[in-house]
């Protein structure tokens, strides 16, 4: 039973924030979708800029941001009902009323339910990669979907992204300047050394590499050149092989970072 003061962890990383005494919780999860587009305001019963977390997994880096950044909102969203559930109690335990967690496909999303020009950042860390080759259809990272993400951002908006599978991070290396002013992220995140996700903290505990960006929305490609750009570009169409597979079942509990091969992109 969660105890007032208790700071969780995970893999011996706290998870950000303390639970706090029951009277103060918040209610962060979005049960029932309104029709699109969503009206952000209403959403979270406020003005404020929006942060998205897709595939938030178990909510580790959307709680990080949302503590340190009380003033912005924050959204997180994966496929599967299960990691809500534990992002949503560990929301409401530390009474963030600037979060909300809802259970839907990042692509139908992005494409039908978000404002164009209407967030401030999204972030994407470690999409499925799908390692079988039948499935690789179904990978979150595509040209169209970039497009969406490009058409979504207000202007310099950013998006953030990180993966340890080399495959994934060649393609996007080669898409990304597309559609934002894109630059490698060497070094670790400074706001959370560890990882920003479980599925980082269980890459780098296989000392495996991270790859991470960060981009910046481009203002010279209008929302019709990147929707017309994105039916040149190639799809995410790798071959997705290596050391980091053997995390799949060790990660099981994280949504995006659990890499189930459940859902779209996920």
């Not at 998870?15 to 029951?22: H, K």
Request: glycine content about 10%; some cysteine; proline content about 9%.
């Amino acid at each position: 039973m969660a105890r007032p003061g208790e700071v969780e962890e995970e893999f011996g990383v706290p998870i950000p924030g303390a639970i706090l005494p029951e009277a103060d919780w918040a209610r962060t999860a979005l049960k029932r979708w309104p029709l699109p587009p969503l009206d952000w305001d209403a959403v979270f019963g406020r003005s404020a800029p929006v942060v998205l977390d897709l595939g938030c997994g178990n909510g580790r880096y959307t709680l990080s941001s949302a503590l340190a950044r009380p003033e912005w909102n924050h959204f997180g969203l994966d496929v599967l009902p299960v990691v809500i559930r534990y992002a949503t109690r560990r929301a409401n335990q530390r009474g963030l009323h600037n979060v909300r967690f809802g259970v839907k496909d990042a692509q139908a999303f992005m494409r039908d339910f978000v404002p164009a020009g209407s967030v401030a950042e999204v972030h994407l860390y470690h999409p499925q990669p799908f390692h079988d080759p039948r499935k690789a259809h179904l990978r979150l990272l595509t040209p169209r979907f970039l497009a969406d993400v490009h058409c979504a951002l207000g202007p310099g908006g950013l998006f953030v992204t990180q993966t340890d599978n080399p495959d994934y991070w060649d393609y996007m290396t080669r898409v990304l300047p597309c559609y934002f002013s894109f630059e490698a992220h060497d070094a670790a995140w400074p706001d959370a050394p560890e990882g920003r996700t479980r599925r980082e903290i269980l890459a780098k505990g296989r000392h495996l590499r991270i790859f991470r960006g960060i981009g910046r929305r481009r203002e010279d490609v209008s929302t019709a050149e990147a929707r017309a750009l994105a039916d040149t570009l190639p799809p995410p169409s790798f071959t997705s092989r290596g050391p980091w597979c053997d995390l799949d079942a060790a990660d099981a509990e994280g949504g995006t970072s659990g890499w189930k091969d459940q859902g779209r992109g996920f």
